[in-house]
């Protein structure tokens, strides 16, 4: 059950606040290091921001989808967020969103930290895009007023840029053509992510089309969604993914519904064909108990699905603790948290980035962006010029008049 506004704060003092603050594993903060922990949320702005590009799927297609960017501030600091709220809406309410987001203004940011990690609870079934969504605002609000980087208060400590992922989701063959063109006019070329469909004749020939544009070198993976459905055995499996193996593919994403065992078996069948364990690390503190060793050699952490970015960065250490490397998904993100989740890539030392501007669905966003911590050098690399929070500044008023419905909770 959901925690009470009201009841959380009448219950707050007893239940202790430096527990409840970033950073989470330090072991002592100062006196004035908290003082910050004290100052009241006074406004939070929503913004909806709408893209009418489709996205093909082998579940099913997104005609356009509607993005949620919050801005939250206390005094004369704030963070920014984006959520992706939902697809095939155009006439989209957010109602629900404002409901949940004014129920941390007013508090301060001590305790809307301890409220919403009260939440990141499997026993609280929360909605997990508005704890991802509130949670990346308070911890760009938080690093700001403490003049620190969000990546230094979650204790991630890499810093070399990583490659930025480029990726198709279409089903045309000429059409995944030009596509694979495009990430090469883009230098983004080396590495390069398609969608299959669970079809095996198509997602060989559109497998075979990217390899013929690419070569090679590049980098090559597929997200299946879990879209191999008619097999009987293992074996069965194995071998649609060792032809895939034999085609060019590197890695592979969720290509059937598996157990942990299933995984293990499967990763152990196919040689060289790294298998990406995604669907199962959802959430972040119910992906934590199922990160088993040899059930694949990438694991996806997935935006706006894990719910918590400080059980993501436990969940990145616990990757590399096994030996198994580490990927930053994307959900089609537009905005503010490409850079967010880019700035995660780098302090996880993420094989690679995927959630990252698209020329055509951030257009509208990157005319209000005034500038960004994290930038995409001539390789397609991802760098990173530390900030205090996510950093990201932007035009307000610019943004009010770009986005089709302004609230301010």
């Not at 005094?75 to 949940?100: C, M, R």
């Not at 790294?274 to 119910?286: C, K, T, V």
């Not at 436990?314 to 994307?330: L, P, R, S, T, Y």
Request: proline share 5%; with cysteine; aromatic share 10%.
């Amino acid at each position: 059950m959901g925690t009470n506004r009201r009841d959380f704060v009448k219950k707050f003092s007893a239940l202790g606040l430096i527990s409840a603050t970033y950073p989470f594993l330090n072991s002592f903060q100062g006196s004035t290091e908290l003082d910050y922990l004290n100052e009241k949320i006074d406004k939070i702005e929503l913004f909806r921001y709408d893209i009418d590009i489709p996205r093909y799927f082998s579940w099913g297609t997104w005609y356009n989808r509607q993005h949620l960017f919050m801005k939250i501030s206390s005094g004369n600091y704030y963070g920014w967020s984006e959520i992706p709220a939902s697809v095939n809406t155009p006439d989209l309410d957010p109602s629900e969103w404002v409901k949940y987001v004014r129920s941390y203004n007013g508090l301060t940011v001590g305790q809307a930290q301890k409220l919403l990690f009260s939440q990141q609870v499997p026993e609280n079934k929360a909605n997990t895009k508005q704890l991802e969504f509130m949670e990346m605002g308070l911890l760009d609000l938080s690093g700001r007023m403490q003049s620190k980087p969000a990546i230094e208060l979650l204790n991630l400590n890499h810093r070399n840029p990583v490659p930025g992922l480029f990726c198709i989701l279409d089903k045309d063959v000429e059409k995944v053509r030009k596509e694979a063109l495009k990430s090469i006019e883009q230098n983004l070329s080396h590495h390069l992510k398609f969608k299959m469909y669970g079809e095996r004749e198509l997602d060989t020939q559109l497998l075979r089309t990217i390899r013929e544009v690419l070569g090679e070198n590049a980098v090559v993976i597929s997200d299946v969604n879990k879209g191999y459905k008619n097999w009987n055995t293992l074996n069965e499996l194995a071998s649609i993914m060792v032809d895939f193996r034999d085609n060019g593919l590197n890695a592979i994403e969720d290509p059937a519904d598996l157990k942990t065992d299933e995984w293990i078996q499967l990763q152990q069948m196919i040689g060289e064909l790294s298998l990406i364990p995604d669907a199962p690390m959802r959430p972040a503190w119910e992906g934590l108990k199922k990160i088993d060793p040899g059930m694949g050699r990438i694991f996806n952490l997935h935006p706006s699905t894990m719910g918590s970015f400080r059980y993501t960065a436990q969940m990145a250490n616990k990757i590399k603790e096994i030996g198994a490397e580490v990927m930053i998904g994307d959900d089609s993100l537009v905005g503010p948290a490409c850079s967010a989740w880019q700035q995660i890539a780098i302090g996880t030392g993420a094989s690679w980035v995927e959630a990252i501007e698209k020329k055509e669905d951030s257009k509208n966003y990157l005319n209000c962006l005034i500038s960004s911590p994290t930038k995409k050098d001539t390789n397609g690399y991802y760098s990173l010029e530390p900030t205090p929070g996510f950093g990201i500044e932007l035009d307000t008023k610019r943004m009010m008049k770009t986005c089709k419905l302004y609230i301010e909770a």
